[in-house]
């Protein structure tokens, strides 16, 4: 909008002195076909302004006011377009330079046309200097929208360095905080380790020495020595149940999520030949006895898809919803042809049935949960559900419930 503005005022102080000089021109069909052929020129000029052919339109006008020196008033704004205009780089120099400085030729030949008299020379002086005042405006408007370009490129790659620095540091501070959470829980672990191997062991050295006493006493009808290892024992036992809980919570809380799930899955990866299991884990965390229970039942599945499928891998899919956590371990199939020692099929569906669904049943609805076990799509699909209302306070208790979740079971 502000070179229209521009143009137009170039062009009106053009047609102005034309109209308003010592030989006035006469508003006749000649002014009026300049007048449009210069603004014909000049919207040309604008459209072809990106490309390299911006220089047409102003040469073209060049030649007609060459040819009608009349029409040198009108040629304001073409000189404007002449110093905006891109000329092509594979041209020589000398030619683009001709190019360029085309707008000159009708201004000087209306001087040089003016020289004979000094009255003509006077109407044609204005003319000229207001077409070489608009090559110097263009000139410096070009120079504005060069520069207002490199700002704008500068601005860009700022913005761009800025958010890219952004992303860095959230990069960096991410991982800062995951590498603090793992040497956490690494030391967490650390601390179970050393009370599991030294203070229970120490316990339970203590145990086999009050029950030995205890068996002593007995054998020598020691009832006030019994009593006594009685109470001593079952401080011992207080004592050791204590411990297991306290380490049972540390290394809860030394073991990522992310980490126990990734070893049930990687712990198959090879189990056959060509076997492999794709996870997808889109849970971030969870309580203790939902990550043990989860990567239980993967263990469970994973070694039913080995032991009765010829699936050449499996997925493993967690999802973290609003009000539940999902485990979906599905293979392929076909199903191992296996039989019973009578000779039958073990279930409706060919497969032997074991323990193992049973127990990812079981291990479900300990967590307050279903599991859905059966043929899908060809293979096998296991399909758990967890609600996370009785998990949302954390000192609930549900480790005690489910502690009995961790003992290890095999199919038949």
Same mark, same amino acid.
């Given at each position: 909008m502000r070179i229209m503005i521009d143009?137009? $005022?170039?062009?009106?102080?053009?047609?102005? $002195?034309? +109209?308003?000089?010592?030989? @006035?021109? !006469? +508003?006749?069909? *000649?002014?009026?076909?300049?007048?449009?052929?210069?603004?014909?020129?000049?919207? $040309?000029?604008? &459209?072809?302004?990106?490309?390299h052919h911006a220089w047409i339109p102003v040469c073209l006008m060049s030649v007609a006011a060459v040819a009608c020196p009349s029409w040198v008033a009108f040629m304001t704004p073409v000189a404007y377009d002449a110093a905006r205009a891109r000329v092509p780089e594979s041209l020589t120099d000398p030619l683009r330079s001709a190019l360029?400085?085309? &707008?000159? *030729? @009708?201004?000087?030949?209306?001087?040089?046309?003016?020289?004979?008299?000094?009255?003509?020379?006077?109407?044609?002086? @204005?003319?000229?200097?207001?077409?070489?005042?608009?090559? !110097?405006?263009?000139? =410096?408007?070009?120079?504005?929208?060069?520069?207002?370009?490199? $700002?704008?490129?500068?601005?860009?790659?700022?913005r761009d360095a800025a958010r890219s620095n952004r992303v860095r540091l959230a990069d960096l501070s991410e991982e800062r905080d995951r590498s603090v959470r793992m040497a956490t829980l690494a030391e967490r672990t650390r601390i179970a380790?050393?009370?599991? %191997?030294?203070?229970?062991?120490?316990?339970?050295?203590?145990?086999?020495?009050?029950?030995?006493?205890?068996?002593? !006493?007995?054998?020598?009808?020691? !009832?006030?020595?019994?009593r006594g290892f009685?109470?001593?024992?079952?401080?011992?036992?207080?004592?050791?149940?204590m411990v297991r809980r306290s380490v049972?919570?540390?290394?809860?809380? /030394?073991? %990522?999520f992310g980490a126990r799930i990734d070893d049930a899955v990687r712990s198959f990866d090879g189990a056959t030949a060509g076997f492999s299991v794709a996870l997808a884990n889109g849970i971030d965390s969870a309580p203790a006895p939902v990550a043990r229970a989860f990567a239980t039942i993967i263990r469970e599945s994973l070694t039913n898809v080995v032991r009765h499928s010829d699936a050449p891998g499996a997925s493993v899919t967690l999802r973290d919803f609003p009000a539940f &956590?999902?485990?979906?371990? =599905?293979?392929?199939?076909?199903?191992?042809?296996?039989?019973?020692?009578? /000779?039958? @099929?073990? /279930?409706?569906?060919? +497969?032997?049935?074991?323990? /193992?669904?049973?127990?990812?049943?079981? =291990?479900?609805?300990?967590?307050g949960g279903s599991a859905t076990c059966g043929p899908y799509g060809g293979g096998w699909r296991v399909f758990v559900s967890v609600p996370k209302d009785r998990w949302n306070d954390k000192a609930s208790g549900n480790d005690k419930e489910s502690d009995n979740a961790d003992q290890p079971r095999r199919n038949p």
């Open positions: 143009k137009g $005022l170039l062009l009106a102080l053009g047609a102005a $002195l034309a +109209l308003t000089g010592p030989h @006035p021109a !006469a +508003l006749d069909a *000649v002014f009026i076909a300049g007048l449009l052929a210069a603004v014909c020129a000049s919207a $040309l000029a604008e &459209w072809l302004m990106g490309s360029r400085w085309m &707008w000159i *030729v @009708p201004v000087l030949r209306t001087l040089v046309d003016g020289s004979i008299d000094m009255a003509s020379l006077t109407a044609a002086a @204005p003319v000229a200097v207001a077409v070489c005042a608009s090559f !110097a405006f263009g000139s =410096r408007a070009s120079m504005a929208e060069r520069l207002r370009s490199d $700002l704008n490129a500068f601005e860009d790659r700022a380790r050393e009370i599991h %191997d030294n203070v229970g062991h120490l316990l339970t050295r203590a145990i086999m020495q009050v029950e030995a006493g205890k068996a002593v !006493a007995d054998a020598t009808n020691d !009832a006030v020595a019994g009685d109470e001593v024992g079952v401080t011992l036992h207080d004592a050791m149940t049972h919570d540390l290394e809860d809380e /030394g073991t %990522d &956590w999902q485990l979906v371990v =599905r293979d392929g199939g076909p199903a191992k042809a296996r039989v019973n020692h009578d /000779g039958d @099929p073990g /279930g409706d569906d060919g +497969l032997p049935r074991g323990m /193992g669904v049973a127990d990812i049943e079981s =291990r479900a609805r300990q967590l």
